[in-house]
Every structure is written in C-alpha cells, then in structure tokens.
C-alpha cells in the first residue's frame, strides 16, 4: 500500500514492537505513515531538534551531528519544522541517509509550508509519520503531542538549540520520562540565558561535547533479540 | 563511613569493549540496552525485567546466589544517577517488582533516594566514573523498615559496583544489624576476551579501595 504512494495506518507497536507501560502512556492509538522505509522500523533512530529561529551555529551543529550520525548507519528523526529540524532532515538526505519526519499536521499538509517539498521527497524517499488523521484541524497542542511521538520513536534525543520555551524541550522532557538518552549540545548549556536545559541535567541529561558520547546509546539491533540459557 | 565489601550476584553479562566487531560483543550490548531501556526479548515478547525475574526463579535451585532470596528479604531497587520526575520509567523497581511477584522476597520497599545527580557510569571514562563516596553522598535512605533482618539492592547493571557500595553504606548507616546484598540483572565486563557468553551467574565480591576511594569488582 505504501509502496504505491499511500497511506498506512498503523499502530505504534506495528512501527515499534511491544510497548512497556511507560511507554503506552502518551502513545497514540494509532500512527499514519508513508513512504517506502521498512515496518518495523529500522534502528537505531536519533532525533535531532531545536529551534525554529536558529543561529547559524545551530544550523551548523545540526548538519554535523547528522551527518556523523549517518555514518554510524542511524536513521535521523526530526519534525520538519524550519531551522534545526529541516537542517537535520537534509543533512541526512544529502549525506546518503535516512530520514523519519514526524509531523505536527495530517499528511496532507505541510508546516511551514515552504517544507512541503521537503515533505514530498520524505514521503517519496523516506518515511513521514502523523498521529493526525487526514482532515482534521491543527491545533497549537498538536506540536506538543507530536514531540511526545518523536521521543518514543526515538532512542536518543539531541537538542542542538532552544530557549526555555522551545518545543523541543517537550520533546526533552518525555524522552528522560522514557528512560531514553537525552543529550544537551554544549552550546545550549553554555548560554547563560537559558535555564531550563540546566534544570534537566539535574534529571538525568547529558551534556553532549563529542558526538561518539551518542554512541553507547544506540542499539544495533531492536528486534528479535533472544537470550541462550 | 563506606563499607569495606559487599557481596553481589548478576545473571547476565555484557561485555562493553569499544569497536569490538565480535556479534557476541554486539548482541550483548543490545540486551544491555533492552534491559535499560525496559524493552522486549525473546518470542512471545518479554519485558525483559519480567524475563530477568522469571529466570531467577526458573534456575533458583542452581544460581550461585540463590542464598540472596530469602523469605524475609526486603528488596530495595537502586535509584537512578539523578532525581526522577513521577512516572519515569525505572528498571531497578521493575525487575524488584517482578522479583517479587515470583515469589521472591518479602517485599520491595524503594527506600534509597537520589537528592543529587551524579554523572552517569556509562558516558564517564573509568577515571571519571562516580566514587561510592560521590554515590553515598548524592543518596538519602527513607527510613520505612523498624528493623529488617536482610536488604538485597537491585540494579539493572553493575560496572565496578560503586553504586552499590554507596547505596549499602546508607542503608547500614540506618540499620547497623540488617545484612546487606547486591543483585544485578546484569554486569558489564571490558573485554571481549574475558567474555564467555550473556547468561553467566556468578556470585562475587565488590570491595573499596579505601587508600584510593575506588572499587574493585570480582568477577
């Protein structure tokens, strides 16, 4: 079905396996998806993300983690907004990645609009992921439900930039209440105007200074794994 | 005042050497991360703190630490590296939890609290990883028990065993007569030739340094 361009329903436990109760919490009933990228998903799976508005800094350490990370075979998950995310997103593209987008909006629609493109060539190429049926209206919370998503698709979250109202903290926050990896980039802990980040290493996130520190995070293989007695 | 050893026992075994190409190695360190991360093994899918306890219970005739499991033992599930937000996962209480429900235990009482975040073992260089000193000051004991005969700790990994010994060392602060022991789901070993495979019970010692604040993990 999605083979031809279409949409699939799914649940999270068809894109991810079984959920322990931590995670079924905030997952949503059920996830539409398309492009050609293998169900269940592939691993491992790291989100980049960050500000709308970013520094050229941001945008830098965006593509660079991204691109280390493609080449340690991870698949890139961010949330097709503009600045850090898009930056992630087409630097896994033009590193000869792999991609997930997880979107705020129904498939159908595209924010900011100027990704829509971007979008398409996802959902060609890669893979797009809505909890929003076809149809219904975007609300402000949708971003907030959708970081919640992001977090549980991914292993590792990496926030490369934020102020202490960025959505992405969101993201920040369900990824330590998953017991996942969070990592905070250096620069955004070394900017005496946000607080809010410095507040989560004292829940358990990781100031990230060398990006192989990811590394020990990631499993190389999700599924399947048996243990011999 | 840290205590001089403590006594532990682990089921499995993972073997954290970097860059090892070995499928052995590199399966071990995705059960590592199963563990940790509360997810599923085997077919039908496991969670794998539930597969760690039914285990015990399966092979508790021959563990080398069935002695452990005692009817009046309390088990206490370690705290994280730094305080937790309500509802986070925590793998320590789950495997306790599925301990217990196994028949194992008398009951879990989470009573070591983390007050203050410490660096997490598993992104520290060995010279960097927290001290059982670090780990004695960063904890509280609630004092919940009037005064338990035998306290097993619960941990999903132990490293060199600091952790432990820091949390052990609060606890008999609290309760001086209470025998104090350590489980693990599973320990980590450094190389891959001292390896032998995932499912490996030993029964050993964790011993301080005291000249130089470190720990000693035997096997």
Known sequence: MRQGGGIATLTPEMLLGPLN????KYAPARLFVAGPMEIPLPSPRVSIVGSRKASKNGLEAAKEIAKFLVRKKTIIVSGLAEGIDTAAHTSAISNGGRTIAVIATPLDKSYPAGNA???????REHLVISQFEIGKRVFKQNFIFRNRTMALISNATVIVEAKDDSGSLHQGWEALRLGRSLFIWRDVLD?????VPQDMLNYGAIRLDELEEILPSLPQNESFLEIAQ | MILPQLEFGSLLTYCSQKNSTSQEVIHSKSIMLALKNGRFIGQPPVEMPQWIARSVKHDISTLPFSSFFQDDTILVPMPKSAPMQKGTLWVPERIASNL?????????????ERVIAVPKSAWSTPQDRPLPQQHYDSMIVQKALADPRRILLIDDIVTRGSTFLGGASRIRDVYPNCEVRAFAGMRAITYESDFVKEYHPVKGEITYRQMVGDTIRFP
């Open chain 1, 117 to 123: 493109g971007l979008q398409e060539k996802i959902m």
């Open chain 1, 191 to 195: 900017d005496p105007s946000v607080k």
């Open chain 1, 21 to 24: 109760d931590v995670e079924q």
């Open chain 2, 100 to 112: 217990l429900n196994q028949g194992l235990g008398e009951k879990v009482v989470p009573m070591l």
